[in-house]
Nanobody, 124 residues
Framework: VQLQASGGGLVQAGDSLRLSCAAS????????MGWFRQSPGKEREFVAA????????LYADSVKGRFTISRDNAKNTVYLQMNVLKPEDTAVYSC??????????????????WGQGTQVTVSS
């Protein structure tokens, strides 16, 4: 599976962005999907995950209530709607696919395929 994230940009605190992760090569419906982020000098951080049929979602505490993960298997695309953005949300956001399609996980080692990230910068 090839994954490509897009939709990042420079926004002000309080603004919204929607990231997209488009897949090619295989159908995304065989995978659970996750979003991770990494800031300079920091470890990669889990953001959100969703099962293959959108039946279950999982969020990091830092984004719960502000971010929403969703997917459209017909379009082979996963989304991350980010609202009320904060400067601490600034990072490179990457999407990833996990073959354990029936569950959500924050463990990055369980994700098999990774896409190149998209930069999100939130100014104060």
């Amino acid at each position: 599976v090839q994954l490509q994230a897009s939709g990042g940009g420079l926004v002000q605190a309080g603004d919204s962005l929607r990231l997209s992760c488009a897949a090619s090569g295989r159908t995304l419906s065989n995978y659970a999907m996750g979003w991770f982020r990494q800031s300079p000098g920091k470890e990669r951080e889990f953001v959100a995950a969703i099962t293959w049929n959108s039946g279950r979602t999982l969020y990091a505490d830092s984004v719960k209530g502000r971010f929403t993960i969703s997917r459209d298997n017909a379009k082979n695309t996963v989304y991350l709607q980010m609202n009320v953005l904060k400067p601490e949300d600034t990072a490179v956001y990457s999407c990833a696919a996990s073959p354990t399609y029936y569950t959500t996980t924050s463990d990055s080692s369980l994700y098999r395929y990774w896409g190149q990230g998209t930069q999100v910068t939130v100014s104060s």
